[in-house]
DNA sequence: CCTACCGATCGGTAGG
DNA sequence: CCTACCGATCGGTAGG
């Protein structure tokens, strides 16, 4: 549990590229990083890439699904257990934070370079993406109805929530300041606390 | 104050294609756009837009740094009033949402496409960056000292304001459903609602 | 403000 | 996995 490492990697030659790209592709963005940048970072020549993959595209296509899947998946585990709405928004919160820690580099990628792709993964992203957060705002709801949450918007609830963790960016390179539990712990006072009823 | 303009504008054609880059680094990314489309939708031929700009670059520095002279210049205004911590940083967050609402493009632009800056713009803009989330870290301090704040770490705090009011993008769209000042009140209340300390 | 154009670099393919 | 290469497009300039 501790020792959970970040989602694949380097197990084939494919897992490295695609380590590599998510590296890239956040540092640089999607569009400033060549495929010669890529190569040479991966150790081989630009052409011999295309052994692997098929297109550029296809590498940001396989960083954002993957991360879309992996949330998706952790939400269908949420909902599947009886919990209150606020223990369940909280445990969704702390599944954010904890891979913005674990795999930065791939969920920035994924939420902030998904508008390069190409359709039709285009719109299937960004379907995916407004179901998860009704989902979100439907644990709010849910929460605001049983009188465990403050009656506040729900939609923005999420986005501020969402926007929050994903500002752990910054961060991540001070990661001595403050233990990644403290980091947890913090935010969710900041976010949680003020929606809570009695306190 | 109602009426409040955007930023700058189509006084000039200079004004106009920096107006018309904002709208185009925004929705495509800077790397991404190039000065044949920008030509484009300014109206000219792409060589004639090296009558009003000597290069791509020079537009996202004028574009980044005239946004954060804006902030600081406000947060300029806010440390010379005397009032209470909690009320400043109030202010300064509402001062963020306006802007967010006013001048999205450029906002967006320059919060996250700062990156495509070349040195020594990049150091220059990342500087005044640090610069300007330690003097909210710092309103945030005095006010866990003057007992208005709840004892958080301020930095975090900063963070997560920001990215939360940054968040504010994906509603622009849907701007029907909520009217600014509504959204400005609900993010307050959730933002700033859990660091007060009694309510 | 335009036409004409430059060298560089891009994503990707052929063929081995 | 490499060498050799393609057509397209890039930011930008010359010259008027």
Known sequence: MRMAKAIRKKASKKGLILQKAAAMFRQRGFAATSMRDLAEVVGIEAASLYNHISSKNEILEAICFEMANHFNTHMDQIEATRQSALSALE???????????????????????????????????????RTYRKRIAHLIDTGIQKKEILPIDSATAVLIMLHAISGIESWHRSKKRISARELEDNMLTILVGGLRKNH
């Open 91 to 129: 445990a969704v919160l702390r599944f954010h934070i904890k891979q913005m820690v674990d795999n930065y580099e791939q969920v920035y990628v994924s939420d902030r370079e998904w508008k390069h792709l190409q359709e039709p993964y285009l719109s299937n992203f960004q379907t995916q993406r």
